[in-house]
C-alpha cells in the first residue's frame, strides 16, 4: 500500500470509481420491476429525482466524514470512530459482503443477461463468473493496469449512455407519450407503499456514490478531492439516470417493459430495431464491465482494513510486490461467484438495498454526532446546508426502511441475520490488533 499512496489517485480516478459503481445493474433493471406496481411516468421519473437529492445529500455528509477522517474503509472506518469497533466491524462485514459483493454479482448477472439475450446459447450465470474471475485478475496486478482499465470504461460508459438517450429522443418511429407533469391520482401514488418500496430499487441504483471514501487513504489531497468527486459525480449520475428512463419509457409500451430485467434491450429494439437492439445488447453489457471492476477495485479495501486492525484477518491486509491486496481481492471475488450462482436477482436487490440503507444511515447520522461531540474537531470541509442535508437523507432513508420492512419482511428479516453473523465473527476476531 504504500506505493500506491505515494503515488495516490487524482479528481479523474476517483470519480471515474463514483460513477461507475452507480451507473451499473440498478438503472438498467429497476423500470421493469417498478412497472409492476407504478403505471404513471411522472411518479416513475420523480423517483429518480428524489432518490439522487437523498444520494446527493449523502454524498456530502460522507464528504465531510472523509475529509475529517481520512483513512481507507468506508463506513466501517466512520462508524468504528464515531460509535464503537463493533458497529466498525458490522459496517465492514456487511459493505464486504452485501454491500459489494452482492452487487458486483448482480452487476455480473446483468452483464450475462444482456450478452445472452444477443447469444441465447450462453449461460448468463456463467459469463457474469467469467467476467469477475477475469477483473479479479486484472486488479490483482497492478495500480496502473487496474487504474486504465477503470478510466477506460467508466469513459466510454457516459459517452454511450448520452448517446441512446439521444437516440431515443429522435429515432423512435412511434415515440411514447411520457409526460412530465402529474396526472389524476399521481399524488396518491407519491405517498403510496408502493413508491417506497420502488425508491429502494432506486436508491440501490444510486448505491456507489460513497465509492470514493473506500479508497480515501489512496485518494490525493482528500479534504479537497472527496467533496468535489462525491457530489459532482452524483450530480452527473442523477441528470443521466433520470435522461435515461425517460429515454426507455419513450422509445417502448409499458407493458413491454413491465417485470422485464434488460429493458434496456427492449427499449432498444424500438429504437434501433433488431440488428441495432442486439449491437445495443452487447453495448449495455459492455457498459457494466466497469461496474464490475469499480466493485472488484474497491470493495477489497474494507476486507484489507479489517486485516489490518483485526490479528485474526491479518491474512487479508497482505499486498503483492505492486502493493496490490491481493488476498482481499480473491476474497471477495469468492464471496460475489458465491451469490451469482446461489440467489435469485430481486431478492438479492431488495435484500442488498435495505441492508445498506442500514449502514449508510449510521454513517450519515455519524456526521450529527461529531458535530455535537467534537466540535474542534479539524474539518477540511463542512457538508454544505448542514444540518438540513444529512437529515433530508436521513428522513428518507428511513421512510423507504419502514416500508420495506411492511411490504417485504421476509428480505427485511436476513438483516438482522447478517448483522448477527458479523457480531459472532467480531468475538471469534478478538481485540483490535
Known amino acids: 500500500m504504500k506505493g500506491a499512496r505515494a503515488e495516490g489517485y487524482g479528481p479523474y480516478a476517483a470519480m471515474s470509481v463514483v460513477v461507475a459503481n452507480m451507473i451499473g445493474t440498478g438503472v438498467f433493471t429497476s423500470l421493469g420491476f417498478q412497472l409492476l406496481d407504478l403505471q404513471s411516468t411522472f411518479p416513475l421519473l420523480l423517483l429518480w429525482v428524489v432518490g439522487g437529492v437523498a444520494a446527493f445529500c449523502g454524498a456530502i455528509s460522507y464528504a465531510e466524514l472523509g475529509a475529517a477522517i481520512p483513512r481507507s474503509g468506508g463506513e466501517y472506518t466512520f462508524l468504528s470512530r464515531i460509535y464503537h469497533p463493533v458497529a466498525g466491524f458490522i459496517s465492514g462485514w456487511i459493505s464486504a459482503t452485501i454491500g459489494f459483493a452482492a452487487p458486483t454479482a448482480l452487476a455480473a448477472i446483468t452483464f450475462g443477461t444482456y450478452l445472452a439475450s444477443v447469444f441465447p446459447t450462453l449461460s448468463p450465470t456463467w459469463l457474469g463468473a467469467g467476467l469477475v474471475v477475469a477483473l479479479t485478475w486484472v486488479h490483482a496486478t497492478t495500480h496502473r493496469n487496474s487504474s486504465f482499465l477503470q478510466r477506460s470504461f467508466t469513459t466510454v460508459k457516459v459517452v454511450l449512455i448520452a448517446a441512446f438517450c439521444v437516440a431515443a429522443a429522435t429515432m423512435v418511429d412511434a415515440p411514447q407519450t411520457v409526460s412530465l407533469l402529474p396526472a389524476p391520482g399521481d399524488g396518491a401514488l407519491v405517498f403510496s407503499g408502493a413508491f417506497a418500496v420502488s425508491l429502494i430499487y432506486v436508491s440501490y441504483a444510486y448505491t456507489g456514490w460513497n465509492a470514493a471514501t473506500y479508497l480515501t487513504g489512496e485518494v490525493r489531497n482528500p479534504g479537497r478531492t472527496l467533496p468535489r468527486v462525491l457530489g459532482a459525480g452524483t450530480l452527473l449520475v442523477m441528470v443521466l439516470y433520470a435522461a435515461l428512463n425517460y429515454a426507455f419509457l419513450r422509445a417502448a409500451p409499458m407493458a413491454e417493459l413491465e417485470g422485464r430485467l434488460e429493458v434496456g434491450y427492449v427499449a432498444a429494439m424500438h429504437v434501433f430495431g433488431p440488428m441495432g437492439a442486439a449491437i445495443m445488447g452487447v453495448t449495455l453489457a459492455t457498459l457494466l464491465i466497469s461496474t464490475v471492476s469499480a466493485m472488484v477495485m474497491a470493495g477489497p479495501r474494507v476486507l484489507q482494513v479489517i486485516g489490518e486492525d483485526y490479528s485474526a484477518f491479518r491474512r487479508l491486509s497482505r499486498v503483492n510486490r505492486h502493493g496490490i491486496p491481493a488476498i482481499a481481492i480473491a476474497t471477495q471475488a469468492l464471496l460475489t461467484l458465491a451469490f451469482i450462482v446461489t440467489a435469485s436477482f430481486e ?43 444529512p437529515l433530508v437523507y436521513i428522513g428518507l432513508t428511513l421512510w423507504t426502511l419502514v416500508y420495506i420492512a411492511i411490504d417485504r419482511p421476509a428480505e427485511a428479516a436476513m438483516a438482522p441475520v447478517v448483522i448477527g453473523a458479523g457480531l459472532v465473527f467480531y468475538l471469534l476476531a478478538g481485540r483490535r490488533a
Do not use: C, H, K, Q
Not at 431478492?347 to 442488498?352: E, G, N, P, Q
Not at 449510521?362 to 463542512?382: M, S
Open 347 to 389: 431478492s438479492i436487490l431488495v435484500f442488498a438495498g435495505f441492508t445498506l440503507g442500514l449502514n449508510s444511515l449510521l454513517a450519515v447520522a455519524g456526521v450529527l454526532v461529531l458535530r455535537v461531540r467534537e466540535p474542534d474537531t479539524p474539518r477540511p470541509y463542512r457538508a454544505w446546508g448542514f444540518p438540513v442535508t
